[in-house]
């Protein structure tokens, strides 16, 4: 029972952590129809600006606060320099932003070096459940989450920005024409999409290593999470989060990461086969598939 109840929790705290990430690549292409290659180097910047303002002798909650603002400041640099010149020119964004993340993850390794970095525990105690003890700090990320999946639905259902992204998103030429101003809502919404893989970064630093290949770990879960539960919908990411997450876990209990990884793509291939627009899309209509 106490195992079960640890991996239950460990299980829905990386679901969650994917949640995080994926949010931002979701947004990003709903709005933009950008596939932002460079997302992962974002979660990276996000960790290591935690070890910057440490450094710098800040504190961990310093740091947490710090680096979703300056990833969010990248993200609109980024955006300003170089994606608003390549909107619909899908193949393009995706070499532009690949060879960002070259850049941004040489960078990193020329200011730090190669070798990973460790950003110490903010929350060391640990409290009991039916006589398991867990980490505090862990159920801080889990808050974190969702947190930020509660902003960002407000954000989206329940503010004047979240209408307009909605409008830009249905159609973005009738948008223009309402008068809708899209360039500038493809900046806020990139620098948000950054702002929350920062986020990400930052809140999970104390329980990774900090090195310049971390981002790749969670990209690549959190690409499979949107094309499972379904591109351009902030749901679908929920959902495939939980599968991809769901299932990754309990293979690599089962058997092992290598082969969790080999069930995890094999089960990817196959929804993506089955339910083109994602699973989010498939139950929404019922548990029909668009075949």
Request: no cysteine; hydrophobic share 60%.
């Given at each position: ?94 070499l532009a ?19 990973s970095q ?26 974190v989450s ?146």
């Amino acid at each position: 029972m106490q195992e079960l109840l640890i991996f239950s929790l460990d299980t829905l705290n990386y679901i969650l952590a994917i949640v995080l990430v994926a949010l931002g690549l979701v947004i990003v292409f709903g709005l933009m129809r950008v596939i932002n290659m460079a997302h992962g180097e974002f979660f990276l910047l996000g960790a290591y600006s935690v070890v910057t303002v440490q450094s710098l002798g800040g504190g961990f909650w310093l740091g947490l606060l710090v680096a979703p603002l300056f990833v969010a400041g990248v993200g609109l640099l980024v955006e300003f320099l170089v994606i608003r010149f390549l909107y619909h020119r899908f193949l393009d964004t995706i070499l532009a932003t690949w060879g960002i993340s070259l850049v941004i993850k040489q960078v990193v390794i020329l200011i730090f070096g190669p070798a990973s970095q460790q950003v110490g525990l903010p929350i060391a105690e640990t409290f009991s459940l039916l006589g398991t003890s867990y980490p505090f700090y862990r159920l801080f990320i889990m808050l974190v989450s969702v947190s930020a999946v509660a902003l960002t639905f407000w954000l989206l259902y329940r503010t004047d920005i979240g209408l307009k992204a909605r409008a830009a998103t249905a159609d973005r030429a009738m948008a223009s024409v309402m008068g809708i101003e899209t360039a500038r809502l493809d900046r806020m919404v990139f620098a948000y999409g950054a702002a929350l893989a920062g986020l990400a970064g930052a809140v999970m630093a104390p329980i990774m290593s900090v090195d310049p290949q971390m981002g790749l770990g969670f990209l690549v879960p959190a690409f499979l999470a949107v094309l499972v539960g379904g591109a351009g919908q902030v749901m679908g990411a929920l959902v495939g989060a939980g599968v991809i997450g769901g299932t990754d876990s309990l293979a690599a209990t089962i058997w092992s990461p290598v082969v969790a990884q080999i069930v995890v793509f094999t089960m990817a291939i196959i929804v993506i086969r089955l339910f083109p627009n994602g699973l989010a899309d498939a139950w929404r209509r019922g548990g029909r598939g668009d075949r």
